[in-house]
């Protein structure tokens, strides 16, 4: 029989092969490659750590599909490992961060917390003009507590006094702990009149409080003598020796009160410096 008679046959045969390679492809793209591809996109991402597991789609009922769902459980598990293991590293940074700008005993800011916090207030002052004041606080007769009434004792008092200089200062200040019974305390955006009010209100409210008492469970009195002095250009040493200066002149007043230190050019009748 002539070829020609089979023409038909071969037309349908070659049809039929060619829609059955493009259903074989498509099925393979769908249901392997395409799942393959997101699978590798998927593993890139974690080592990127970039992977969220809801971006992954649902694997199919087939081995490809099981596998999907098995990296998926596993990519889940252990994005929620980093991300419990990220937020510890945070926490402990952040506890880390705590202790080496807290003082222990009194919770306040420590010398090199303070100390930050004052070199941030002369940059904003020098560029913005932005007024801030320094309060120096000692507590008085200290070495007279602690002798007579034991150390424990001496440390509640500084704890108290603490909890009076967190009660009194406004929240956007700072206290600190500056060594032994000294506090330091940055007033931002204050002029004399605000520095004076806040250094004779804890003045009158540590001489009037009553929390501190003796082993016996007596009430105990006790004061503070504070030197204050405000930002003129210097810089932080500068401004701190005026502060001293101002608790100097405190305690050589009797103590139990507050000096601000006026420097010789607002000082009058051509002295050298003043306490106000």
């Known amino acids: 029989m002539p070829l020609t008679s089979f023409s038909g046959i071969f037309l349908v045969y070659g049809l039929t092969l060619l829609a059955a390679l493009l259903l074989f492809n498509l099925v393979l793209r769908r249901l392997v490659l395409r799942p393959l591809a997101q699978l590798e996109q998927a593993i890139v991402q974690v080592k990127d750590s970039q992977f969220s597991p809801a971006s992954l789609p649902a694997g199919a009922n087939n081995e490809i599909g099981r596998l999907m769902d098995?990296?998926?459980h596993m990519a889940s598990t252990v994005w929620q490992a980093r991300s419990e293991l990220e937020h510890k590293v945070k926490e402990r940074t952040e506890a880390l961060e705590r202790l080496t700008h807290t003082d222990p005993l009194?919770?306040?800011?420590?010398r090199r917390g303070m100390t930050e916090r004052i070199d941030a207030a002369i940059s904003h002052q020098q560029r913005e003009n932005r007024p801030f004041g320094l309060l120096l606080l000692d507590l008085d007769y200290f070495k007279s507590i602690n002798d007579k009434h034991g150390h424990s004792v001496g440390d509640k008092a500084l704890t108290v006094l603490a909890?009076?200089?967190?009660?009194?200062?406004?929240p956007y200040d700072s206290a600190a702990r500056w060594g032994g019974d000294e506090f330091l305390i940055l007033v931002l955006d204050c002029d004399a009149v605000t520095l004076q009010g806040l250094g004779e209100r804890i003045c009158a409210m540590v001489a009037l409080n009553r929390q501190l008492s003796d082993h016996a469970?007596?009430?105990?009195?006790?004061?503070v003598s504070i030197g204050g002095a405000l930002a003129s250009g210097d810089?932080?040493?500068?401004?701190?020796?005026?502060?001293?200066?101002?608790?100097y002149a405190a305690k050589h007043a009797g103590r139990n009160c507050f000096r601000l230190f006026i420097p010789a050019t607002q000082a009058k009748h051509g002295v050298a410096s003043t306490f106000a």
């Open 70 to 72: 098995h990296f998926k």
């Open 106 to 110: 009194t919770e306040l800011l420590n």
């Open 163 to 170: 909890e009076l200089i967190r009660a009194i200062t406004r």
């Open 217 to 223: 469970g007596n009430p105990m009195s006790f004061s």
């Open 235 to 247: 810089d932080m040493e500068g401004m701190i020796s005026k502060a001293d200066q101002g608790l």
